[in-house]
């Protein structure tokens, strides 16, 4: 399964004042990571440069090179952001969420399909995987250690051992 060079991380959503800066929404787990990028990516693989950004009310302040003013930040509106994966180092047992979705969910012991990850939820305590069977069903995956018994990413798979009587909900 080949991994996405370049990953969405977040998407202009209004211009903010005059002198070209734009507000980001973040579409990581928190915004000061989205903040600490010097160059992030359109998806045609352009570079954007940032001279700077921070952090206001979960959303982030950036002011892209040569936008410099709200008429030119304006036409930004609606653009994804994109981060190149060679930028980051995770740690140890965390993946991008991108990674996850499109994986084959497998039962740890009986090698059993349950179906392909479909969706990644945060719900604060843990986040909540949404894996859709062949027939359809869906069926909710707490992911914590207990459960999450191993991902591999470049087979495609992602192995489990699901709680009693989880599948009976």
Same mark, same amino acid.
């Given at each position: ?70 008429? /030119? ?60 069977? /062949? ?35």
């Amino acid at each position: 399964m080949a991994k996405k060079q370049y990953l969405e991380i977040g998407k202009i959503s209004s211009v903010h004042g005059i002198r070209g800066e734009v507000k980001v929404t973040p579409w990581c787990d928190e915004p000061e990571f989205l903040a600490g990028f010097d160059r992030l990516y359109y998806k045609s693989g352009t570079p954007v440069d940032i001279e700077y950004s921070r952090v206001f009310k979960n959303t982030v302040i950036m002011k892209i090179s040569g936008c410099g003013s709200a008429d /030119e930040a304006g036409k930004l509106r609606g653009r994804v952001l994109y981060m190149d994966r060679n930028d980051v180092e995770l740690p140890q047992g965390c993946y991008f969420v991108q990674d996850l979705i499109g994986l084959t969910v497998v039962d740890s012991e009986t090698d059993e399909v349950y179906g392909i990850l479909t969706e990644v939820s945060q719900t604060g305590a843990n986040d909540v995987y949404a894996v859709r069977s /062949e027939s359809g069903r869906e069926i909710l995956i707490p992911a914590i250690p207990s459960v999450i018994m191993k991902n591999d990413i470049d087979s495609g798979k992602m192995y489990v051992k699901l709680p009693d009587g989880l599948l009976d909900i």
